[in-house]
């Protein structure tokens, strides 16, 4: 929901450093989060495919390196692509929720709805995140 909120709302301040080291750890600690979120989704969209997982991987990685300023002027050439990109995350948590073995266990039939699950994330990822941004725009709240 965060990527379909006007710039800087809900997100923390980072500190910035005085020396060199702290710049650095900020940066490690950045790249570590940024690379295991990529591999937690990777993995949920694959549905235990190893060979999808693995393709994920090697299509993402370098195309997160390489690519980033192409994707950037294309999400603010067209900024649906990140209304599409936020569903899209939606819908892949969804379906994941309805196929993991632990709601499994409680709900055997759960799988069954795996798409329906998918389509109810993204439709509310996209729905709460407008509400939240028409929310913010009628209060007047300043942005940083």
């Known amino acids: 929901m965060k990527l379909l909120l006007p710039d800087g709302a809900g997100e923390p301040e980072v500190a910035g450093h005085g020396h060199l080291w702290g710049a650095v750890k900020t940066i490690v600690v950045a790249d570590f989060v940024m690379s295991v979120d990529n591999v937690i989704a ?81 439709l509310l990822v996209v729905s709460v995140a407008h509400l939240l941004t028409r929310r913010l725009k009628q209060k007047n709240i300043e942005i940083l």
């Open 42 to 122: 990777v993995a949920g969209a694959s549905h235990g495919s190893v060979f999808l997982l693995v393709f994920g991987l090697l299509v993402s990685i370098p195309l997160i390196v390489w690519s980033s300023q192409l994707i950037m002027h294309v999400m603010e050439r067209f900024p649906a692509t990140i209304t599409l990109g936020a569903g899209l995350l939606g819908y892949v948590a969804g379906n994941m929720m309805m196929t993991d073995p632990a709601v499994s266990a409680h709900l055997p039939d759960a799988a069954r709805f795996a798409t329906q699950a998918g389509v109810v994330g993204a």
